[in-house]
């Protein structure tokens, strides 16, 4: 457990820093959309790493598949280390200023920049509702898991092979927003999306009451087709609020609020996990009695439901909240009218439009 503690840390931090690079080249560059092509390669290596898994959990013991897991890293650890920053051509920090000359000064000036842009409405409201539609849903993918293997007596491949073709659904759905869905109004796609995800909790529970074998499906069968699509949703709906969230913020804040983005979703999949933990502990969902597990699936996806009660935070189209120039405020900042409001170093002028 402390290992696997480690190495899920060090994943985290590599995956923090990945999603703030790609959000400050992109808006460098003027690359709108950048995040869809990072889940792309990221859709691609989840489909090559779970077959390349699965051929050497048949075929070799879990030793030499750990030692190949080791010998990817240090690769990807060397190349690290031997490419340079000036690569990506981003700009580099300006002169630092005596009171902020410290670790401990650079700290608290990125927190107060931070704690500024997150406090701006556009921002704060989405973000509430993406990381509150992951932490109201209690996650049972463990205890399906164990019915899978222990009750259903399917192989783990099989399991395996349903998350190759999970990415595989991923890495399409990503493509066609990137073409189509990215100009459909946010508000409603999010909505057919949580709509779909609550429904797809129930696949469990026709796997679970074997109403798939009434129609001559077999559980393999079963879970190869429909035992991703849950999590592939859950995956895919963070790919807007990244593209949203990433466009709004201020210039030089795109790697803080992308960081503050990817660590609240981490937080919430944390509660998410130990609510399920909880509730299949009060309902009586154990190693050897799991006739309570359709109950707990049907409160799993009626709790995907609550998010949709508040989908009036998610914005219908993206705001004007261009980098440069004008700024779209929030109803707190427009009753103020406070002009040059200052976050951080920078200060941003907001100015009425002017009718003719």
Same mark, same amino acid.
């Given at each position: 457990? &402390?290992?696997?503690?480690?190495? #899920?840390?060090?994943?985290?931090?590599?995956?923090? $820093?990945?999603?703030?690079?790609?959000?400050?080249?992109?808006?460098?560059?003027?690359?709108?959309?950048?995040?869809?092509?990072?889940?792309?390669?990221?859709?691609?290596?989840?489909?090559?790493?779970? +077959?390349?898994?699965?051929?050497?959990?048949?075929?070799?013991?879990?030793?030499?598949?750990?030692?190949?897991?080791?010998? +990817?890293?240090?690769?990807?650890?060397?190349?690290?280390?031997?490419?340079?920053?000036?690569?990506?051509?981003?700009?580099?920090?300006?002169?630092?200023?005596?009171?902020?000359?410290? !670790?401990?000064?650079?700290?608290?000036?990125?927190?107060?920049? +931070?704690?500024?842009?997150?406090?701006?409405?556009?921002?704060?409201?989405?973000?509430?509702?993406? !990381? $509150?539609?992951?932490?109201?849903?209690?996650?049972?993918?463990?205890?399906?898991?164990?019915?899978?293997?222990?009750?259903? #007596?399917?192989?783990?491949?099989?399991?395996?092979? $349903?998350?190759?073709?999970?990415?595989?659904?991923?890495?399409?759905?990503?493509?066609?927003?990137? @073409?189509?869905?990215?100009?459909?109004?946010?508000?409603?796609?999010?909505?057919?999306?949580?709509?779909?995800?609550?429904?797809?909790?129930?696949?469990?529970?026709?796997?679970?009451?074997?109403?798939?074998?009434?129609?001559?499906?077999?559980?393999? &069968?079963?879970?190869?087709?429909?035992?991703?699509?849950?999590?592939?949703?859950?995956?895919?709906?963070?790919?807007?609020?990244?593209?949203?969230?990433?466009?709004?913020?201020?210039?030089?804040?795109?790697?803080?609020?992308?960081?503050?983005?990817?660590?609240?979703?981490?937080? %919430?999949?944390?509660?998410?996990?130990?609510?399920?933990?909880?509730?299949?502990?009060?309902?009586?969902?154990?190693?050897?009695?799991?006739?309570?597990?359709? &109950?707990?699936?049907?409160?799993?996806?009626? &709790?995907?439901?609550?998010?949709?009660?508040?989908?009036?935070?998610?914005?219908?189209?993206?705001?004007?909240?261009?980098?440069?120039?004008?700024?779209?405020?929030?109803?707190? %900042?427009?009753?103020?009218? @406070? !002009?040059?409001? !200052?976050?951080?170093?920078? %200060?941003?002028?907001?100015?009425?439009?002017?009718?003719?």
């Amino acid at each position: 457990m &402390a290992f696997i503690l480690l190495s #899920n840390l060090g994943a985290s931090i590599t995956e923090v $820093s990945q999603d703030a690079l790609v959000a400050e080249y992109g808006l460098r560059y003027q690359i709108n959309g950048l995040q869809s092509y990072a889940l792309m390669a990221s859709a691609v290596g989840g489909i090559l790493g779970n +077959l390349l898994g699965g051929y050497c959990l048949l075929k070799t013991p879990p030793r030499i598949l750990f030692l190949a897991f080791t010998a +990817l890293l240090s690769l990807q650890l060397i190349v690290s280390l031997s490419s340079k920053e000036e690569s990506v051509n981003l700009p580099r920090i300006g002169e630092v200023t005596p009171e902020i000359s410290s !670790v401990l000064g650079i700290v608290k000036k990125q927190f107060l920049d +931070l704690k500024g842009i997150v406090q701006v409405d556009e921002i704060s409201q989405p973000l509430i509702w993406i !990381v $509150s539609s992951i932490a109201l849903v209690p996650l049972l993918s463990g205890s399906v898991f164990c019915y899978q293997t222990q009750v259903l #007596n399917l192989d783990p491949s099989v399991i395996g092979m $349903s998350k190759v073709i999970g990415q595989l659904m991923l890495l399409c759905l990503t493509v066609v927003y990137d @073409r189509y869905w990215k100009k459909l109004p946010m508000r409603a796609l999010i909505h057919i999306v949580q709509l779909l995800y609550a429904f797809s909790l129930l696949f469990d529970y026709i796997l679970v009451k074997q109403i798939n074998l009434a129609f001559g499906i077999s559980n393999t &069968a079963f879970v190869l087709c429909f035992s991703s699509v849950a999590e592939i949703l859950a995956q895919f709906k963070i790919l807007p609020f990244s593209v949203l969230l990433a466009n709004m913020c201020p210039g030089g804040c795109e790697g803080s609020i992308t960081s503050f983005l990817a660590s609240t979703l981490c937080l %919430s999949s944390v509660v998410s996990g130990f609510t399920g933990v909880g509730m299949a502990n009060m309902i009586g969902i154990t190693s050897k009695n799991y006739s309570n597990l359709p &109950a707990g699936i049907l409160i799993q996806s009626l &709790a995907a439901l609550v998010p949709l009660w508040f989908i009036h935070y998610v914005p219908m189209l993206e705001p004007g909240f261009e980098r440069e120039g004008k700024r779209a405020m929030s109803k707190k %900042s427009r009753r103020n009218r @406070r !002009v040059g409001r !200052v976050i951080g170093q920078e %200060s941003f002028a907001y100015r009425r439009e002017r009718e003719t």
